[in-house]
C-alpha cells in the first residue's frame, strides 16, 4: 500500500516545483498518485534490473511488445 498522502503530495509541490497547492488539492492529488504508486510497486519485483539506467533500459525493451516497424 502506498504511503503517499496529502501532506506528502504539498511537501513535494513546495520542494520540486516551488508551487504552493490550493487547499483540498492535495488530497485529490494524493488520491490520483496511490493507485499508480501500488501498481508499480506491485510489477516492480518482476522486473529484473538493479538500479542501473542501462539496465532498466534493457529490462523495459525485453518487455516491450514486439514491433513489426523496427
Do not use: C, Y
Not at 534493457?58 to 514486439?66: G, H, R, T, V
Request: hydrophobic residues 45%; charged residues 30%; negative net charge.
Amino acid at each position: 500500500m502506498s504511503d503517499i498522502n496529502g501532506e506528502f503530495v504539498a511537501k513535494l509541490a513546495q520542494i520540486w516545483h516551488r508551487f504552493t497547492l490550493p487547499a483540498g488539492d492535495e488530497d485529490t492529488l494524493a488520491g490520483l498518485l496511490v493507485p499508480m504508486d501500488d501498481a508499480g510497486e506491485a510489477v516492480a519485483e518482476d522486473i529484473p534490473f538493479d538500479g542501473e539506467p542501462s539496465d532498466f533500459d534493457m529490462a523495459l525493451d525485453e518487455l516491450a511488445a514486439p514491433r513489426d516497424d523496427v
